[in-house]
């Protein structure tokens, strides 16, 4: 998938810590400071104890965005639900190993749409619940705290299931992309670049840094070498 190899770094913003009154330009703002996706979740209230956006939401985000929309659904029954998200124009659409007993199915329809499909796993998940669905996927998203809400504590402990399933890639050639959410800054993002990770998903400190969008997405780049 050609949104998968466009760069070696891939930073995602959470909308979860913008505006949401103003949503159409908090995008177009933290797009001009360097986003390379947007990152919306999708939560019921049900697989976690908060409810955020659907469907029509995340079509709005599409209508303007230029640059890519990584839906991460925390939801119960995703495989109910996933063509509503792809007609709504999700690029990547990642859904979680725990509670999906479809989940080779649910993987296999998203990525029939031709869209990417990409795996979720929780920090008191096993990391072996996804090894049998690396060569589903294009993208494994390690949770680095626990799913529900915006501006967590990184949990550390994330960083050997990290290391885990970038060996995995390696020894398989799959090349997967390792996506990391929650917690992310600077010097978090940094630990998860040494472990492996490539995708850095962040709310609070894009949103919310100090300097402005552009500073925050720079400092989370931070030591990586020059693209
Ligand atoms: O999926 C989630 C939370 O469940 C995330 O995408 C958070 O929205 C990240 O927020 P910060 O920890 O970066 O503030
Ligand atoms: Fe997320």
Redesign the pocket.
Known sequence: MTIMKTKKEIISP?L??ADFMQIGNEIRNVTAAGADWI?A?VMDGVF?PNITIGNPVVEAIKSVSSVPIDV?L?IVHPENHIQKFIKAGADILTVHCENNANIFYTLMEIRQSGISPAVAINPGTPVTMVEPLLSLVDMVLVMT?N??????KFIPDSLQKIMQIRKWSDERNLDLRIQV????NEKTARQCREAGADVF?????IFKYPQGYAAGIKAIRGSSVAE
């Open positions: 959470s979860l810590a990152h979740d976690v991460h925390m705290v799913p529900g809400f915006g501006g967590q959410d929650g917690g992310i998903v962040a709310g609070t400190s």
